[in-house]
């Protein structure tokens, strides 16, 4: 039953608000539960690899269906600051390595720019594994991003795919 309602809460939320006062479904905040079970972090997402292995070797018995496409999507987000409720973190600062950091500085330092401040993400670098042959999707990997460089893309882009 959660299985479904989390299916049908993903297609309309509409949809799924009107269904649960015909017949009896779960709550948006049960479904919240069930649908956090692994803590997002920003980076490669270590369990989403695992169980999407898990998946490979369950759903995947021709070798066709084992090709996979690498996509990357740039994609608009809110730019909001928002508490993680398990850590009490505060999300939605982009974030750069430590080499992106120190040529930000050095940028800024040329600019006559004293401090840099952390900038908000506007956007989110999304990388996402989608069957050739099958109809199997999962996103193993998600950066936070301001604007996006040729460097940071190719770092990103190496991080991303590292786990193929």
Wanted: with cysteine; proline share 1%; charged share 25%.
């Amino acid at each position: 039953m959660i299985r479904l309602a989390l299916h049908l809460r993903m297609l309309s939320a509409t949809a799924y608000d009107f269904l649960q006062g015909v017949i009896s479904l779960p709550s948006r905040r049960r479904l919240f539960d069930y649908s956090q079970c692994i803590d997002i972090k920003e980076g490669v997402q270590q369990e989403f690899l695992d169980q999407f292995s898990k998946t490979i070797a369950k759903e995947c018995l021709e070798d066709h269906q084992k090709n996979f496409y690498l996509l990357l999507d740039e994609m608009s987000i809110r730019s909001d600051l928002v508490y993680n409720s398990r850590t009490g973190e505060l999300i939605g600062f982009t974030n750069l390595s430590s080499v992106e950091a120190v040529l930000q500085e050095l940028e800024d330092e040329m600019k006559g720019i004293k401090q840099t401040e952390k900038k908000l993400a506007k956007k989110v670098l999304v990388f996402m594994l989608t069957g050739a042959t099958s109809d199997i999707r999962f996103v193993p990997s998600v950066f936070s991003i301001d604007d996006l460089s040729a460097a940071q893309l190719f770092s990103r882009t190496w991080d991303g795919g590292n786990w193929c």
